[in-house]
């Protein structure tokens, strides 16, 4: 059904897209889950010396006239940050695929990590960073957390500019324990506000990955000359794209990204330049595997 | 006058223009990208086209409507028609409608008798080429009327209306006084009462003692000036003194009353030129042929109440429009 990008791309409900990029991603985000003593029941395995007194299983014992023990699944203690930048550059087009856009591409692939995450029992929470405010959803675990991801996800719209530096400074505290943090955005700002809190958390011990999402046409330098352009968040001008624009263009924009992917290296982000018309599956594997933890 | 007002209808490029401007630059593709190209001018990017045409056109119409108010505009719609006095018998301009060949024309009747000035008013409501006919009781003018169409005029005169009018003779010399009255003869007749009443247009006053203070009248004639010592000083022309009073204006003449015929019928002249309007003499049937020179007077102001309206209207549609774009 859902066999081509095209058709992906059309597609509002997020729950089946992410059935169907995961169907054959078999793998995690990092090593799976530990066993021991936990809440949640897991298996019986047989006494062996040295185990806790307390975790033997006395009814059991009086039935089988054998120890065992109660494994329980300890539940992850690593949390999985979801971070959406939704600011109105977000809601650049596919040129050439109808119906896709940079939102709609990261939104669809943080709802396909929101979904490993939850697989893998880990908490997962969101941050949308839209209309010049940030959105948090707190990290929580299970179906009813991931309903509420998806929600919120589905919810944003790309409009405005990114939060003052000062905003993001003061709440970048939801980060205590070790944290994983998926930042898919265009990183058209960069300095901005949301490189400075990327860079910060890098720098507070947490592993922080970026997705740089962009266009087929915008690393092409292909748009159509004899349209006028305007910047979607800063209302100062007209531009336009001739011959002799596409050079001055890509020198730029090159010069941009060769100083971002320079002080993400730098800092030890891992860092995905990916076109939104690639499949999601495959750019979402590339992401994962950039880690180094795939 | 007023047509200098259509003038002004270059005005209307202005809302034009402003959307135009607006037009342009929502015109262009939002780029998220656009911050790597140079900036261009703007003003490459002009191209025509119409933003929000219903609110341009009713900021148009505003403004037409604006200036035909003010230039006073008159649409031509009347076609073949027969102009009726107030005063015409029905029956006779019946027929004459059938004389004249106006069977199908519409009627218009007026509320005066001087169909022909109406007319000239209100010529620009009618077509070119329409005829008209005028069936009034209509008074001659100085001058020859000219139209832009042609008009025939029947005109009949009505019969005089008599008219009675009381004059009050205070003197030794009555006889004389109603002598002069006597041989009046016209439409307006001439009461001569005994004493002054409320009812007295004139008032003839040839005794030396002064009136009673509350006795009014519009016209006094005095006789015998020690009655008023004050018309001795006032102004005079050929022997006749005149001022006004609180009683009503004084005629004073030391040779009253008139000895002869000619001097009767110079007071009695001067007293109707004066004091009462003139009879209309009725113009004579004539086709007054159109003449293309004839100047237009003014419009009547006709369509003035409806633009007025009408601008109400727009100006409230276009508040309704621009808020209903705004949110």
Redesign the interface.
């Known amino acids: 059904m859902l066999a081509t990008p095209a058709l992906v791309a059309h597609t509002t409900d997020l729950d089946l897209i992410i059935r169907h990029v995961l169907a054959g991603l078999g793998h995690g985000i990092h090593a799976g889950r530990e066993r021991g003593a936990g809440v949640e029941f897991s298996e019986y395995r047989a006494y062996a010396p040295g185990d806790e007194w307390r975790r033997v299983d006395w009814k059991l014992l009086a039935r089988n006239d054998r120890y065992y023990v109660r494994e329980a699944e300890r539940d992850s203690h690593v949390a999985v940050w979801l971070w959406l930048d939704a600011t ?5 087009p596919s040129r050439s695929v109808a119906g896709l856009d ?1 939102l709609w591409y990261a939104r669809t692939i943080l709802a396909c990590l929101a979904a490993i995450a939850q697989r893998q029992g880990d908490a997962f929470g969101l941050i949308v960073c839209t209309g010049d405010r940030v959105q948090f959803t707190p990290a929580a675990r299970g179906p009813r957390q991931m309903q509420r991801v998806l929600a919120q996800l589905a919810r944003a719209e790309a409009q405005g500019g990114m939060p003052a530096a000062e905003t993001l400074r003061a709440s970048l505290h939801f980060a205590r324990s070790p944290s994983l943090i998926f930042a898919a955005s ?1 990183f ?1 700002d960069w300095p901005s506000p949301l490189s400075e809190a990327l860079l910060r958390l890098r720098r507070m011990q947490h592993d922080v990955r970026a997705l740089c999402l962009q266009t087929q046409a ?1 690393c092409d330098a292909s ?1 159509s000359p004899d ?6 968040e ?1 209302a100062d ?6 011959p002799e ?1 596409a050079a ?2 890509r020198h ?2 090159d010069q ?1 990204f060769a100083l971002m992917t320079a002080q993400c290296r730098q800092n030890d982000i891992p860092t995905l330049a990916a076109p939104i018309e690639q499949p999601l599956g495959t750019v979402l594997r590339a992401w994962l595997r950039r880690a180094g933890r795939a | 006058m007023n047509s200098l007002w259509w003038l002004a209808l270059p005005v209307l490029l202005l809302p034009v223009w402003w959307h135009r401007q607006r037009r342009e630059r929502i ?16 003003q ?2 002009r191209v025509w086209e119409w933003a929000d045409r219903m609110l341009l056109l009713v900021r148009c119409l505003l403004l037409a409507a604006v200036i035909a108010w003010l230039a006073d505009l008159v649409v031509p719609w009347r076609g073949d028609t027969v102009l009726t006095g107030a005063t015409t018998d029905p029956a006779w301009a019946e027929q004459q409608i059938g004389e004249a060949g106006f069977k199908d024309a519409r009627r218009l009747r007026l509320a005066t008798d001087d169909a022909l000035g109406w007319l000239r008013e209100h010529e620009r409501e009618w077509r070119d080429g329409a005829h008209l006919l005028v069936l009034a009781n209509q008074p001659m003018a100085a001058a020859m009327p000219r139209f832009r169409h042609s008009v025939e005029l029947r005109s009949k005169a009505a019969p005089f209306a008599t008219s009675e009018h009381h004059i009050a003779i205070v003197s030794p010399r009555a006889q004389q006084w109603r002598v002069m009255f006597a041989a009046l003869d016209g439409p307006r007749r001439y009461l001569v009462d005994d004493a002054p009443n409320e009812k007295s247009e004139l008032i003839i006053w040839d005794v030396p003692q002064a009136p009673p203070a509350a006795m009014r009248a519009p016209l006094w004639w005095i006789g015998d000036a020690s009655a008023f010592p004050e018309l001795r000083k006032a102004p005079s022309v050929d022997g006749l003194s005149y001022m006004d009073s609180t009683r009503g204006r004084l005629w004073g003449f030391a040779n009253w009353p008139p000895k002869d015929a000619d001097s009767a019928r110079a007071l009695f002249e001067t007293w109707q030129r004066l004091h009462y309007a003139p009879l209309a003499y009725p113009a004579p049937s004539q086709a007054l042929a159109a003449s293309p020179s004839a100047p237009f007077v003014p419009g009547s102001g006709a369509l003035r109440d409806f633009l007025a309206i009408a601008l109400l209207a727009l100006f409230a549609l276009e508040r309704i429009l621009t808020h209903a774009r705004r949110h």
Do not use: I, W
């Open positions: 109105a550059s977000m809601a650049e940079k265009d058209l915008e748009f349209k006028a352009y305007r910047d979607p800063q001008g007209v531009y336009r794209f001739g624009a001055t263009y730029n924009r941009h | 015109k262009a593709q939002p780029l998220a990208t656009a911050r790597f190209l140079p900036r261009t001018d703007p490459q990017l």
